[in-house]
T-cell receptor, first 118, second 111 residues
Framework: DAGVTQSPTHLIKTRGQHVTLRCSPISGHKSVSWYQQVLGQGPQFIFQYYEKEERGRGNFPDRFSARQFPNYSSELNVNALLLGDSALYLC?????????????????FGEGSRLTVL | EDQVTQSPEALRLQEGESSSLNCSYTVSGLRGLFWYRQDPGKGPEFLFTLYSAGEEKEKERLKATLTKKESFLHITAPKPEDSATYLCAPQRGGATNKLIFGTGTLLAVQP
């Protein structure tokens, strides 16, 4: 079974540019979350989407945005890149229980997109 | 404010030398606590979820336990392939499934 897939795996951008990262969840999973992992730190929550709607947003500036498509895949967009945006961007998918009850709470991560901003 | 602290930051063991990793947390309304393994340059790999104090789960040489303030990951007779960063992540109940990650424990097992 295919796991969470992310693209591109690596990319290099310069300051001020824009980047789009893509994620396909595990088949049947309707929730997608994005995390940023800076070297030497644990992942930090950026967004969660479920059924194309934003469910939660972490403490990130408005330069970060995301969306979820009808097939449950997702994009993370970052505008006006800064050096500090260099990180591993992780996508995670999960099943969602009824009425907000997370009957299956496990989040499964992809291998990430390594972004370097020069 | 939610806080997650993992200790030690790094741990070096000889093959077969058992030990424990600690995760201390202050998270209101805890729904569950997750453990992940992460190899260099890879995404976190799911290991366990614990939902209530006193719960234990095992997988091969790993056993995770949970109290109201801490979780432990016990590694019995580790092998070199157990070398990785182990991440602890409490999850608060609510409208999102957001995980609050610690900085991890880097485990190195020498043959």
């Amino acid at each position: 079974d295919a796991g969470v897939t992310q693209s591109p795996t690596h990319l290099i951008k310069t300051r001020g540019q824009h980047v789009t990262l893509r994620c396909s969840p595990i088949s049947g999973h309707k929730s997608v979350s994005w995390y940023q992992q800076v070297l030497g730190q644990g992942p930090q929550f950026i967004f969660q989407y479920y059924e194309k709607e934003e469910r939660g947003r972490g403490n990130f500036p408005d330069r970060f945005s995301a969306r979820q498509f009808p097939n449950y895949s997702s994009e993370l967009n970052v505008n006006a890149l800064l050096l500090g945006d260099s990180a591993l961007y992780l996508c995670a998918s999960s099943l969602v229980g009824l009425a907000g009850a997370w009957s299956t709470g496990e989040l499964f991560f992809g291998e990430g997109s390594r972004l370097t901003v020069l | 404010e939610d806080q997650v602290t993992q200790s030690p930051e790094a741990l070096r063991l000889q093959e077969g030398e058992s030990s424990s990793l600690n995760c201390s947390y202050t998270v209101s309304g805890l729904r569950g606590l997750f453990w992940y393994r992460q190899d260099p340059g890879k995404g976190p790999e799911f290991l366990f979820t614990l939902y209530s104090a006193g719960e234990e789960k095992e997988k091969e040489r790993l056993k995770a336990t949970l109290t109201k303030k801490e979780s432990f990951l016990h590694i019995t007779a580790p092998k070199p392939e157990d070398s990785a960063t182990y991440l602890c992540a409490p999850q608060r109940g609510g409208a999102t499934n957001k995980l609050i990650f610690g900085t991890g424990t880097l485990l190195a097992v020498q043959p």
